[in-house]
């Protein structure tokens, strides 16, 4: 049966209780005459009330209406967060919720809607995100392996080949050898019996003789006779023959194995490491763009023309690189004012780019290396080859992601850094064409709250978005309407905690504001001049680095 086309009870007002049904509000769940609908949009917010014809609510919803048996069907305005259900004024009366802490309905119904936006918007543009670029990364892996294992296959099948080279030209040697050793022991065995063949032959001629003087009747011949046995007395030496022998050496399998080679197995065992999503994230509450926009500080730099880099440590401190090749320390004070601290560190280059490590401590880029500023002490983290290191950012997850171009100015990418270890390198799309322009321009990188990389390529006048695998999500040209109705010229970025991502246009003196799906959302115009570098802090406050030396603290967020 059809709910909306019901008709067998009459259904009543649950304020007045008298007149007929004729509104339900969708946010309360509460059904309504028409006389009670102003008084009803008095209770909370005004907007937070969404009305439908009766008729028109939507199935599946449960009336604002009391479960217990004695007072069945009672309107229920109020919510018992210890028991976390509604109660009616029946409910209050009995005392069975005397010590608990009571809520109007109205004020839950807000909390919960607001919390479940909040909980969307995180899955939506964070944890959703995630799991399918790990995903994609799991394959990816998977793939990896595959190539791998071949690779190794081919390596052992290959040194099999190699070692049976071996054990065969080992097999010719001692067969070599075996031969010359033969060679030789003929050869003297083939002189001894030529030799002793003569003696035989003599030995003969003597028999012969001695048969023909014993036949013979001539008185010369036996008279002359002289015997030969003293020449064949001496025999001849036997030849002792020692035959070569093969000793085959019985090698146990242990020694097989590290006599050939053995896999290493040690660092390829596969772990599952679990990562949580910071949990400041979950905290982060929705925030809406100001209509006017406000600058609340403004901080000239001592003595430097320009500014170029800007990252806010906490609430009050702000790291600054200027022209005149330092980086000034910025101190907040809670009224808002400032103290201004020059550090002069002894640097071979002077410093591009400035961010933050997870510990908070500053790496800067120079002209070779990548560098951490700690205790005032200098460390080189990186140094590049055939690369030069322009801008860098630190991630959610701790990591360096660095954005450089090649020596020749012939190539550019993104490399992404956990330690010193390299983990990604980013270059060309599917087609194998550049995501970015190589020509020496100026490019600023950042990450946004939902692990896209976000890339400012000046020199081609767009912002480069990639999501965290390294694949184009969108390309921000500008609008077409712009406050000094100027070419879009991009120089810094940052992001918030709404995704939004926000962007320095040098040449309109303003700044983008678009969405993490590249949807303009709005200028902030409130009289900046050529802005550069931009950060955001904790609590979404955004500071503005401008050429001519100014640093600006501007609220674009309402709480």
Not at 195 to 215: C, P, R, W, Y
Request: some cysteine.
């Amino acid at each position: 049966m059809d709910f909306t086309c019901s008709a067998q009870e009459a259904v009543y007002c649950d304020l007045c209780e008298t007149a007929l049904v004729q509104m339900h509000c969708d946010t309360c769940l509460i059904n309504l005459c028409t006389a009670c609908v102003g008084g009803h949009m008095m209770i909370g917010e005004p907007t937070g009330h969404q009305f439908v014809r009766f008729q028109s609510r939507r199935p599946g919803q449960h009336p604002n209406k009391c479960l217990i048996s004695t007072h069945y069907g009672k309107r229920c305005d109020l919510f018992c967060k210890q028991c976390q259900t509604q109660v009616c004024s029946s409910c209050i009366a009995s005392g069975s919720h005397s010590d608990h802490k009571i809520m109007e309905i109205q004020q839950i119904i807000e909390f919960r809607k607001k919390k479940a936006a909040n909980d969307k918007r995180l899955i939506n543009n964070l944890i959703l995100p995630s799991y399918v670029t790990i995903a994609q990364q799991l394959h990816n892996e998977l793939d990896h392996i595959e190539k791998k294992h071949e690779e190794v296959v081919r390596e052992i099948e290959k040194h099999g080949e190699l070692k049976h080279l071996d054990i065969n030209k080992t097999v010719n040697i001692l067969k070599a050898e075996a031969d010359a050793i033969r060679n030789n022991q003929v050869q003297t065995l083939q002189q001894e019996i030529t030799a002793i063949d003569g003696k035989i032959s003599s030995i003969e001629e003597v028999i012969e003789n001695t048969q023909n003087v014993l036949d013979s009747q001539s008185l010369i011949m036996v008279s002359s006779y002289v015997s030969r046995c003293q020449e064949f007395k001496m025999l001849p030496q036997t030849v002792n023959v020692k035959m070569p022998q093969f000793k085959d050496r019985v090698i146990p399998q242990t020694e097989q194995n590290s006599m050939f080679g053995s896999l290493s197995v040690d660092d390829l065992q596969t772990e599952v490491v679990y990562t949580e999503i910071p949990a400041a994230l979950y905290s982060s509450p929705f925030k809406e763009l100001m209509e006017n926009p406000e600058i609340v500080n403004t901080i000239q730099s001592c003595n430097s023309a320009c500014l170029y880099s800007v990252v806010c440590r906490g609430k009050d401190m702000v790291f600054t690189t200027c022209d005149d090749c330092t980086i000034e320390n910025i101190k907040l004070t809670e009224k808002g004012d400032s103290k201004m601290q020059r550090s002069r560190p002894e640097l071979e280059n002077p410093p591009w780019d400035i961010t933050l490590d997870k510990d908070g401590h500053l790496v800067y880029t120079d002209e070779e290396t990548i560098n951490l500023l700690k205790n005032d002490k200098i460390q080189v983290l990186l140094t590049l080859d055939n690369w030069i290191p322009l801008n860098l950012c630190n991630t959610l997850y701790g990591d360096l992601l660095v954005i450089m171009d090649s020596c020749d100015q012939k190539q550019t990418r993104v490399v992404r850094y956990s330690g010193t270890e390299e983990k990604q390198s980013i270059q060309f799309d599917e087609k194998g064409q550049p995501f970015f322009n190589s020509y020496n321009g100026y490019k600023y990188i950042a990450e946004n709250r939902n692990l896209d990389i976000c890339v400012v390529d000046c020199q081609a006048g767009a912002v480069v978005v990639l999501d965290q695998a390294g694949k184009l999500r969108f390309r921000y040209t500008g609008q077409m309407s712009t406050p000094k109705n100027r070419l879009f010229c991009p120089l810094g970025l940052t992001t918030d905690s709404q995704c939004q991502i926000l962007i320095s246009d040098i040449s309109n003196d303003c700044i983008h504001v678009i969405d993490q799906d590249g949807q303009f959302l709005r200028y902030i115009d409130c009289g900046l001049k050529c802005p550069w570098g931009l950060c955001t802090d904790m609590d979404d406050n955004l500071y503005v680095a401008e050429k001519g030396g100014t640093l600006r603290k501007i609220k674009y967020l309402s709480n």
